[in-house]
Every structure is written in structure tokens, then in C-alpha cells.
């Protein structure tokens, strides 16, 4: 069996930016695990019907709803209680699990700053595989120089879905994808930058990362709360400049 290299990081805060709603916010975070490196082909094919080609790249084009049913086979395969709950075609995360999940978004985007406050925590074409390296596919995760987290690929080679939904009243069930992929620029591989994709989408260059960590609360966690989903899911406000409305 391949191992899950986890990296635990400490409490801290991250400041979180909505650019298309012109929103600011501060998320106070609980320790918690993180992946070190993006789940690859091989790990995968060892818990879902899938092919393992390039076994060391990050396994990509999967749906947003297969990247959950891992997270729960993985977790069921170590002993742990799995943190996602399926109810038709709502998925409900049990955030007490110490089980295997995605990272919320404000996770995500702690762990990938390590305490840098900058677009990029290091000189992109030395941390992350983007346009400007010419390939045309996900490549090998570990290739580039980790953050100050220890932490590899966050930014570039490939987009990592998170577990938070992008904009309920405008997107629906969108869920968040983080960090560009081997064919963004600079401008998308951003710690900042969100994009989003329905559940059940898949993109050959979007991938994930497993994080662990169960916590005290009722229906929120790490930056994300049922109750703030349902109240975005309710607005009826304008549309945001550049925003496509829900169909």
C-alpha cells in the first residue's frame, strides 16, 4: 500500500479575498493535516476504478463527487470514521471525523501561502509548472521546490478542488478549485485566485489534495459553515460585474 504523506500545520489565521464581490475576510484556523503532496494516479487506482499511467503525476479529470467518495474509501481502509455523509445528491460533511477529506478553502489557502502575504511564495517557474514551461499534461508531482510548509505543487500543475461551494446563489452546487494548472499563467497560479466547476465536471487538469482533522462544532469549520452556505444560496442581489447568472 502507498502511504499518505501528511504534513500537520499549526493554528494561524489566513486573510481570505473575494475579488469579483470586492470582499475581505480574516478566517482563524484549527491545527489540521494536509497532503504534502496532491493524491497521483498511483494512490488513487488503489481506492477507485481508475488507470494509473503516469503513476507519480496528480490524478486528474475527476468529478468533484469522486474526489469525496476517495476521501471515505481512504479513510475506511485505515480505520478511520468517514467525514462525508451522502444524502441523494447532497453530500454532508461531518466535521467532528478524523477521517480523510478536501481541504476547506481557507486551508487551502493557508497552506499554500506559508506565511507569504505575495501572489506566489517563491519565483513561479521554480515552484510551480504553468504556460511558461511549455507542457502540454500534469507532470510529476515533486518536481518543483516546495513552499515553507513543506508542502509540493500548490501553485501550478494542477487545480485542486476544495470542499467549499464557489457562489450558491449564482453557481449552484459549484464547488471551489484552487492554484492554476500546467496550462495557466501567472495570473491563475495565484494563492488567491478561485475558480469553480460543478460536482460531477472533470477537467484533465484539475486534481486534489486530502487533508485530515476533526473539530468540536456543529455544521462549520476551518472557514466553512452550512449555515453561511444556505444564507449566500438565498441572495438575490445584483450580479457582480463579469459574473455569468444562474441559469
Request: charged share 30%; proline share 7%; glycine share 10%.
Amino acid at each position: 500500500m502507498i502511504d499518505v504523506e501528511l504534513k500537520r500545520l499549526p493554528a494561524g489565521t489566513v486573510a481570505m479575498h473575494d475579488a469579483r464581490r470586492k470582499r475581505r475576510w480574516t478566517v482563524e484556523l484549527e491545527p489540521f493535516e494536509i497532503g504534502v503532496f496532491a493524491v497521483t494516479e498511483e494512490l488513487y487506482a488503489e481506492h477507485a476504478d481508475a488507470p494509473s499511467e503516469h503513476p507519480r503525476r496528480p490524478a486528474t479529470d475527476m468529478s468533484w463527487f469522486a474526489t469525496v467518495r476517495f476521501c471515505n474509501a481512504l479513510s475506511e481502509w485505515e480505520g478511520f470514521d468517514p467525514a462525508y455523509r451522502f444524502d441523494g445528491v447532497d453530500v454532508v460533511w461531518d466535521v467532528t471525523s478524523d477521517g480523510y477529506r478536501l481541504p476547506t478553502e481557507a486551508e487551502w489557502e493557508y497552506a499554500c501561502r506559508a506565511g507569504s502575504t505575495k501572489p506566489h511564495y517563491g519565483p513561479l517557474d521554480e515552484i510551480a509548472w504553468t504556460a511558461a514551461d511549455g507542457v502540454s499534461a500534469p507532470q510529476n508531482v515533486g518536481g518543483k521546490l516546495p513552499n515553507l510548509n513543506g508542502l509540493f505543487d500548490t501553485l501550478g500543475n494542477a487545480w485542486e478542488w476544495c470542499w467549499d461551494l464557489l457562489d450558491p446563489a449564482r453557481y449552484d452546487d459549484y464547488r471551489v478549485f484552487r492554484g492554476g494548472g500546467f496550462a495557466d499563467d501567472a495570473w491563475s497560479a495565484r494563492a488567491s485566485t478561485r475558480r469553480g466547476g460543478g460536482p460531477r465536471m472533470h477537467h484533465d487538469d484539475v486534481g486534489f489534495r486530502v487533508a485530515r482533522g476533526g473539530f468540536d462544532a456543529d455544521g462549520e469549520a476551518q472557514g466553512w459553515s452550512a449555515l453561511a452556505d444556505r444564507e449566500r444560496a438565498a441572495y438575490d442581489g445584483p450580479v457582480p460585474p463579469g459574473w455569468t447568472p444562474r441559469r
